[in-house]
T-cell receptor
Framework: ETGVTQTPRHLVMGMTNKKSLKCEQH?????MYWYKQSAKKPLELMFV???????ENNSVPSRFSPECPNSSHLFLHLHTLQPEDSALYLC??????????FGQGTRLTVV | GESVGLHLPTLSVQEGDNSIINCAYS??????FIWYKQESGKGPQFIID?????DKRQGQRVTVLLNKTVKHLSLQIAATQPGDSAVYFC???????????FGQGTELSVKP
């Protein structure tokens, strides 16, 4: 248990669906992140939030929409995804630039 | 741009042997490096880190070596056990600050 909890663990959605991924951290960290992990590729940083403010958006398509209502919660809203968006989506948190603690991930399949 | 890369995508070792996983980085200004372990079905877990003012750091059964001259990083696992089977990532911050860049990972398999 890393102190970072992601739900759901698995998600199958159609290309016209709207769904949301949730992340919650119990570590008192001030930064939260979304990463995408595709097979045979390095982890790709998608979004960074510091003190609830988005500080990085790594050219992520608008069909991915993050939301950070407070320092402990992070959401990733999904709509009109493509099959190539199927991947493991990882949430992480850190205190400043210290090492990041990762959640278990949500395995997303777009059909 | 900056990159962090592992030398081998897979590594197979015999249980009880020592394992060495290598990583190269391109940004000579990087001052902090981290090794993560990712087991099947789980997120990456922090193993050990090292600052650029050190060339060696030891943990429990793990040692990280940093060679800044050739921009090379290695993770050594002593007496490798089946529970060490996982994908190992090295990570480093990019030159402009900001968040970690991850390598592609080395999948370590431990044969009984």
């Amino acid at each position: 248990e890393t102190g970072v909890t992601q739900t759901p663990r698995h998600l199958v959605m159609g290309m016209t669906n709207k769904k949301s991924l949730k992340c919650e951290q119990h570590l008192g960290h001030n930064a939260m992140y979304w990463y995408k992990q595709s097979a045979k590729k390095p982890l790709e940083l998608m979004f960074v939030y510091n003190f609830k403010e988005q500080t990085e958006n790594n050219s992520v398509p608008s069909r991915f929409s993050p939301e950070c209502p407070n320092s402990s919660h992070l959401f990733l809203h999904l709509h009109t995804l493509q099959p190539e968006d199927s991947a493991l989506y990882l949430c992480a948190s850190s205190q400043g630039d210290a090492e990041a603690f990762f959640g278990q991930g949500t395995r997303l399949t777009v059909v | 741009g900056e990159s962090v890369g592992l030398h081998l995508p897979t590594l197979s070792v015999q249980e009880g042997d020592n394992s060495i996983i290598n990583c190269a980085y391109s940004n000579s200004a990087s001052d902090y490096f981290i090794w993560y372990k990712q087991e099947s079905g789980k997120g990456p877990q922090f193993i050990i880190d090292i600052r650029s003012n050190m060339d060696k750091r030891q943990g429990q059964r793990v040692t990280v070596l940093l060679n800044k001259t050739v921009k090379h990083l290695s993770l050594q696992i002593a007496a490798t056990q089946p529970g060490d089977s996982a994908v190992y990532f090295c990570a480093a911050p990019p030159a402009a600050g900001g968040k970690l860049i991850f390598g592609q990972g080395t999948e370590l398999s431990v044969k009984p």
